[in-house]
């Protein structure tokens, strides 16, 4: 097809399709061209993400690309629209910041060959992210199934990077709890496909009512898919996993990772069956979401290790993701993407994974100055890592919720779909949740600055991975300044943007 | 578009300054020029009128930022004298250049987020100003500052969030927003709200709390401005949010009288608990308490009253104390080198101000807030406050006196600066006073109004010097002590919630979960 | 008639295989009931695809391509899975806090 080489819908192939290149190449080459072969990469994925979302709003509409030439429902499609590019631009992003924290974390010692680990970490982030990609363009359930798979089978030896017993224990235990998710997801595409002949959204969405077959097969799909995103309760793999893992590993965890399965969750609830939520089902996701905020602040606030109070903050900030879907009932379909609470809950996920990757690589730092990270043996630590100790603070300032962070921002807009919609008791969770952040991070912050008498030694090559952290975090506390310019990016998709996508 | 690069002028220079600490070469002489870090704000305020700044920065906002720039600027030049060395410096200095630029910033921004920013900055970056003894006292402190300054903050998202959410347009300008309060189907939430977190910054019962622990705990230059400067971001909350407008009369009466009340117990309290207290800084404390629940009083009546004359006669008011406040603080330091009995003159003379003491400044300031007042129950209780404060006041003094010793020689700074603030008490208010305020006062009627309060404060405070020490030793903070009750049962709620998260990660219940939150969700979906 | 007993004995798997999910403590227990878990939804993938035949479709090939894509996933997984055991075993447990 000399045509095609014409099709910008070739961008979404290239962004699946490189880094899973890259992942084989690195496999096959030897070991020291891992690194270089990422790195190659990383600008051209970064290039593509930014001409998947460039194309996607200049043309308000979304692109799409039927793999093979086929057409559903035989073929897969990869679509992109708003939401989509947003994953893919955060997601490049994400993976640059840990690529680069990682290049001088994993850098061998003078005259050392390359550690396996740095191979296989090197690996898995090509994989990580060409998954990642697949996820945010997949246009077909069982093609997601895949993707997803695939995300956590790259996502899991990342875990145990480290090789100690405890991190191998969080690996299996992660592992075994996703692969349930992942089977009861895979019975729901089983009922769909029975019932209505196809997995396409687009076609599902115009074929799927509210029936029973429908109906089990879409809570299956969410109960797997909350247990992959560790929606509270369903949290007990995440802590340890995210507080084992090396840092850069963990920034792309906790950045991305568990965002993967959110934004399933999103497809499936407001593309593939707008009419099915009720009124008990969106308030039950909501108070799981509430659960998420309050239990996973609290303990936060208990923990005496610094990664360990990180990670329980991921269970915390997942659940304002979740408090969209009761945000949003009642919406008819059209006017969901002029919502507050859709751009709330997207600008959530945007600037939670930068802030959480860009706290999870300077606790890294901070823990290699101290040689640990226990929170009350870090009183002075900013000396040693000043700058890494600001990204920290930075990063808290968004978690916390403080303007122009993009967590206050989507703070902002989704305590004012509260307040429009009348449930304040979400609005009561959200600021409950703000001021818990505070307790556990200003603590820390407070710690990082004070004098102290114990020694710390400034880490190696740390100017380098101080200053990657930093404009992470940066990005982090600016990304409310989004909101100053109409979010056009986000509103393209949904309702009549996607029925006319790409569907014979 | 010039007049508001003007107001943002204000704070480019101590963001500027902050900047600079980032540079090595530059970081060592940061501290010693933060004195200047406020001139702009000054010279803005000063000069609002002739620049044409009227329509963003109204009368009120203007003198009120005036003179809390002259008071960081007194106070930014005693800073260095609380150095330990070179080490600390750097972070001094950065948390003074925040909390300036916040206390700045809350007279300038003109929209809630900015608002919101200026504000969370002036309330959270003090806690750095706190702590900088690193004493375990001053941890303390600073835990409870920041924690009723995070509760503040939460209050006030929400007001704010309700506040946009009535606007019409989706304008964010803090002038829409009070213009849309009124018609708001959220009226009374968004006012509980917004009355609720300037409350708390101004101290007002029960939350006050943390002012006397913070104000007391701080070193001296950062006592002066938190006491002084950082408190009037609540006073400036407060006028700027209301809506003093003849719509809310009755539907804002409630709410008005009941704030007023409010401000009115804190005012007695501050005296009744202050005078139990020994250390002069933090009957100060007590006594910044009592004087924000006199303004509370008058912002609540002219909230009830939907008078807009009184954000002139509170803005006064805030002045009077911003300077007054300031000059008790530094005579502290002065006293804490030498005893010098015109330093203790003169601080009684400014002192006494907050009285209203006849020909002092406080004279004018008391005398302007009678108006928004009117002539009720309040209006009688307000006035007999001056009584309390007298009685306060003279303690402070007392206190003073008793703590002064050695022949130290006084810090030039220092001395320069009390100086300058204690006559800007004395002589600002007249100057700034509206219309024919100097005329009323200076009648004899006035006069004798303004005196036998004194009077009677006076007897009471000899009363108290003698019998002063059958009073019951109340701790610094009072209720502070209770406030470990709450800290057993939020530990307890903390504990059952570790319980019932350890219980829910085992296994066999996640998987159990999992199934449950499947099968629910079906029923959920189901149900239609 | 077939497609009946089908269908319940992948119900029947499905549902043994949450059940060891659920109880097992010991990892390759675990990973065996998952195994038995993904075999009976396989098994309903089959059903589907046999039920597509018998509406006249012929035997519809896409349930049946899904299966075989499906069983390479739960291979891969098992064998991700087992190898973690192994390094664990190799490692030997350090502490025992939370069993995998």
């Keep these: 097809m000399p045509a095609a080489a014409l099709d910008p819908g070739l961008l979404l192939v290239l962004a699946v399709m490189l880094p899973a290149t890259g992942a084989v190449a690195a496999l096959a080459l030897p070991g020291r061209w891992a690194g270089r072969i990422a790195f190659g990469l990383w600008p051209l994925g970064l290039a593509v993400a930014v ?131 992942s089977v009861l997801y895979l019975l729901g595409t089983a009922l769909l496909y029975g019932a209505y002949g196809t997995l396409d959204i687009v076609l599902l969405s115009g074929r799927a009512g509210p029936e029973p077959a429908a109906i089990l097969a879409c809570a299956l799909m969410i109960a797997g898919l909350a247990a992959k995103t560790a929606l509270f309760p369903l949290h007990l793999w995440l802590p340890p996993a995210h507080a084992g893992a090396p840092p850069a590993a963990s920034a792309v965890l906790s950045g991305l990772v568990v965002k993967a399965s959110f934004f399933l969750i999103v497809r499936l609830w407001f593309d593939v ?24 602040s609290v303990m936060a606030l208990r923990q005496a290790r610094l990664k360990l109070m990180i990670a329980y903050s991921t269970v915390a900030q997942i659940g304002y993701l979740f408090l969209m879907v009761p945000l949003l009932f009642g919406v008819p379909q059209a006017e969901i993407a002029a919502n507050a609470a859709w751009s709330g809950g997207w600008l959530q996920l945007a600037s939670h994974a930068l802030a959480k990757a860009a706290m999870f690589l300077a606790a890294g730092l901070i823990a290699e100055a101290a040689g640990h990270d226990r929170i009350h ?128 | 578009m010039t007049a508001t690069l003007l107001l943002a002028a204000t704070l480019a220079l101590p963001l500027a300054l902050l900047a600079a600490l980032a540079l090595p070469r530059l970081r060592r002489l940061v501290p010693k020029a933060l004195a200047l870090a406020p001139l702009p704000a000054l010279v803005v305020a000063l000069a609002a009128a002739p620049l044409g700044l009227a329509p963003l920065l109204d009368a009120g906002s203007a003198m009120l930022l005036g003179a809390v720039a002259f008071l960081w600027i007194a106070a930014g030049a005693c800073a260095p004298m609380i150095l330990r060395g070179a080490s600390d410096a750097p972070r001094l200095a950065g948390w003074w250049l925040l909390t300036l630029a916040g206390n700045l910033g809350v007279f300038v921004a003109a929209d809630l987020v900015s608002f919101y920013l200026v504000y969370a900055m002036v309330s959270l970056s003090a806690y750095g100003l706190v702590v900088h003894d690193g004493t375990t006292r001053a941890r303390a402190a600073g835990f409870a500052y920041l924690a009723l300054g995070m509760l503040g903050e939460a209050l006030l998202l929400m007001g704010f ?140 009546m002219g909230l009830a009253a939907g008078d807009a004359g009184a954000v002139t006669a509170a803005s006064l008011y805030a002045v009077h104390h911003v300077l007054a406040k300031g000059a008790l603080f530094l005579a502290v330091g002065l006293a804490a080198a030498r005893r010098s009995l015109l330093v203790l003159g003169l601080t009684a003379i400014v002192g006494l101000g907050l009285a209203g003491l006849p020909l002092t400044g406080g004279m004018i300031a008391k005398s302007v807030i009678k108006v928004p007042l009117g002539d009720g129950v309040i209006a009688t209780l307000a006035g007999l406050a001056s009584i309390g404060t007298t009685l306060l006041i003279l303690h402070f003094v007392g206190r003073l006196a008793a703590k002064a010793s050695g022949d130290a020689p006084m810090p030039l700074a ?55 020490h059958r009073l019951p030793a109340v701790p610094e903070g009072d209720v502070a002590a209770s406030g470990t009750a709450l800290a057993r049962l939020m530990q307890q709620g903390s504990d059952a919630t570790a319980r019932l998260e350890a219980h829910l990660r085992a296994w066999p219940v996640a998987g159990l979960s999992l199934l449950a939150l499947a099968l629910v969700l079906s029923l959920a979906l189901g149900a239609r | 008639m077939t497609m009946t007993v089908f269908g319940l004995c992948g119900a029947a798997l499905v549902g043994i295989g949450l059940y060891g999910l659920i109880v097992q403590a010991q990892p390759l227990r675990r990973i065996l009931a998952f195994n038995l878990l993904g075999g009976g939804v396989f098994l309903l993938f089959g059903v589907i695809a046999r039920r597509g035949a018998v509406e006249g479709l012929g035997s519809d090939p896409v349930p049946q391509a899904m299966v075989i894509t499906g069983i390479v996933v739960a291979f891969s997984a098992t064998a991700l899975a087992i190898s973690l055991v192994v390094r664990l075993k190799e490692t030997g447990r350090g502490d025992d806090e939370g069993s995998a």
């Design chain 1, 377 to 504: 043996g870090l009183d002075g630590v900013g000396r040693a890592v000043p700058v890494a100790v600001l990204a920290f603070t930075l990063a808290g300032l968004s978690l916390v919720g403080l303007p122009p962070s993009g967590g206050f921002a989507a703070k902002w807009l989704l305590l004012s779909a509260a307040v429009a919609t009348g449930q304040w008791w979400w609005a009561v969770v959200m600021i409950l949740g703000g001021l818990l952040a505070a307790f556990y991070l200003f603590p820390v912050i407070g710690r990082a600055y004070a004098d102290g008498t114990a020694a710390f030694a400034r880490p190696r090559d740390a100017r380098s991975r101080e200053f990657v952290v930093l404009a992470l975090a940066v990005a982090a506390a600016l990304l409310g300044l989004s909101q100053l310019y109409p979010p056009g990016l986000l509103r393209i998709g949904l309702g009549s943007g996607l029925a006319g996508a790409g569907v014979p």
């Design chain 2, 414 to 468: 220092l001395r320069s600066a009390w100086i300058a603030v204690a006559m800007a008490a004395l002589a600002v208010p007249w100057a700034l006073a509206p219309g024919d305020a100097v005329a009323k006062a200076l009648t004899a009627e006035a006069m004798w109004q303004a005196a036998w309060p004194i009077g009677i404060g006076a007897v009471l405070a000899l009363a108290l010097q003698r019998f002063g």
């Design chain 1, 273 to 296: 069956m707008p009419g099915l939520s009720t009124a008990a089902a969106a308030n039950l996701i909501g108070a799981l979401g509430a659960g998420a905020i309050l239990a996973g």
């Design chain 2, 161 to 300: 969030v309700l506040a946009a959410a009535a606007v019409p347009d989706g304008s964010l300008a803090i002038r829409d927003a009070v213009a849309a309060l009124p018609g708001s189907p959220w009226r009374d939430a968004t006012l509980i709200f917004l009355l609720a977190g300037f409350g708390l910054k101004i101290g007002l019962v029960p939350l006050h709390v943390w002012i006397p622990l913070a104000h007391s705990a701080a070193p001296l230059p950062v006592s002066v401005v938190l006491s002084g400067a950082v408190v009037k971001a609540g006073v400036i909350g407060l006028l700027r949010f209301l809506p003093f407008d003849a719509a809310m009369a009755d539907l804002g009466a409630n709410l008005g009288m009941a704030f007023a009340t409010v401000g009115l117990v804190t005012a007695y309290y501050g005296v009744l608990v202050g005078i139990t207290q020994s250390n002069p800084k933090t009957v100060l404390a007590y006594s910044t308490l009592s004087q924000m629940g006199l303004v509370a009083a008058v912002v609540g």
């Design chain 1, 51 to 181: 001409a998947v979302a460039w194309t996607v709003w200049a043309a308000g509409a979304p692109l799409h690309y039927a793999v093979g030439g086929w057409a559903p429902p035989l073929g897969l499609m990869l679509r992109a629209d708003g939401p989509s590019a947003l994953m893919l631009l955060v997601a490049a992003i994400v993976i640059g910041a840990a690529g680069l924290y990682a290049r001088a974390d994993l850098r061998p010692e003078p005259g050392a060959t390359e550690s396996r680990a740095a191979v296989v970490f090197w690996t898995l982030l090509m994989a990580l992210w060409s998954a990642l990609n697949a996820v945010a363009l997949g246009g077909d359930l069982f093609n997601l199934y895949v993707a997803l798979e695939l995300l956590t089978f790259s996502a899991i030896p990342l875990v145990c990077l480290g090789g100690s017993a405890k991190t191998l224990q969080a690996a299996l235990r992660y592992l075994v709890f996703a692969l349930v998710g």
